[in-house]
């Protein structure tokens, strides 16, 4: 078992950044894939980006790709999400999430199905 911690949300204006962390516990959070979703109210957990187990293949939602960055430390236990030129329909509440078969996989899933452990979520609101 896992568990994960994320943090660095707020309130930015539009154009700003943030930058989230995901804190896990335990001993194996180097062979886990991770990911991060997102979700607003009203709709539907979507998937932002992924990285690999070893932090060299990620993946990102079209939305975001030039303007978001998923990185691990691997030796600190933690995921990052550095945020850029925020947008008002960036605001949502941010998950972290773990694979536990990530070695397994060449990069991590883009389904939330695909994952087996959760944080409890950190508030991310864009204001214009």
């Known amino acids: 078992q896992v568990q994960l911690v994320e943090s660095g949300g707020g309130l930015v204006q539009a154009g700003g950044s943030l930058r989230l962390s995901c804190a896990a516990s335990?001993?194996?959070?180097?062979?886990?894939?991770m990911g991060w979703f997102r979700q607003a109210p009203g709709k539907e957990r979507e998937f932002v980006a992924a990285?690999?187990?070893?932090?060299?293949?990620?993946n990102y939602e079209d939305s975001v790709k030039g303007r978001f960055t998923i990185s691990r430390d691997n030796a600190k236990n933690t995921m990052y999400l550095q945020m850029n030129s925020l947008k008002p329909e960036d605001t949502a509440v941010y998950y972290c999430?773990?694979?536990?078969?990530?070695?397994?996989?060449?990069?991590?899933?883009?389904?939330?199905?695909?994952?087996?452990?959760w944080g409890q979520g950190t508030q991310v609101t864009v204001s214009s």
């Open positions: 990285i690999s187990w070893s932090g060299d293949r990620m």
């Open positions: 999430a773990a694979d536990r078969e990530g070695r397994l996989h060449f990069i991590p899933p883009s389904s939330f199905k695909g994952y087996d452990y």
């Open positions: 335990g001993r194996t959070f180097s062979s886990y894939g």
